[in-house]
């Protein structure tokens, strides 16, 4: 059984260990558990990478993370609406206009 070790991605810091189950939950949020169930839920995040080799998973964290798999998530199954791409690009917007040029 591989367990793994969990990495961030933007400071290579590892946020849990022996991790046997990764998994995202009707909420769009990615569950983290050990073998005997124990774990940490993340909010908006991304699996980047999975290297069994190192038995390490890289994570990407992010607000706008769990709003785009949603959007995936129900473009796929054809349920998704105008509202909800424009709330998605709201959102850009505001990351947009507080970019430095």
């Known amino acids: 059984m591989c367990e793994f070790k969990i990495i961030r991605k933007k400071d290579g ?6 991790i046997v ?8 949020e990615l569950i ?3 073998v005997i169930g124990m774990g940490e839920i993340l909010e908006s995040a ?11 998973c890289i994570i990407l964290e992010n607000p ?5 798999i949603s959007l995936i998530n129900n473009l ?11 709330e ?7 990351i947009k206009s507080e970019l430095k040029s």
């Open 46 to 56: 991304l699996i980047l990478n999975v290297n069994t080799m190192n038995q390490k």
């Open 21 to 28: 189950m990764l998994s995202y939950n009707e909420k769009n």
């Open 76 to 86: 796929s199954e054809s349920k998704s609406s105008k509202s909800e791409i424009d």
């Open 64 to 68: 706008l993370i769990k709003d785009f």
């Open 32 to 34: 983290l558990k050990d």
């Open 88 to 94: 998605i690009i709201n959102k850009l917007e505001t």
């Open 13 to 18: 810091s590892q946020i849990l260990e022996d």
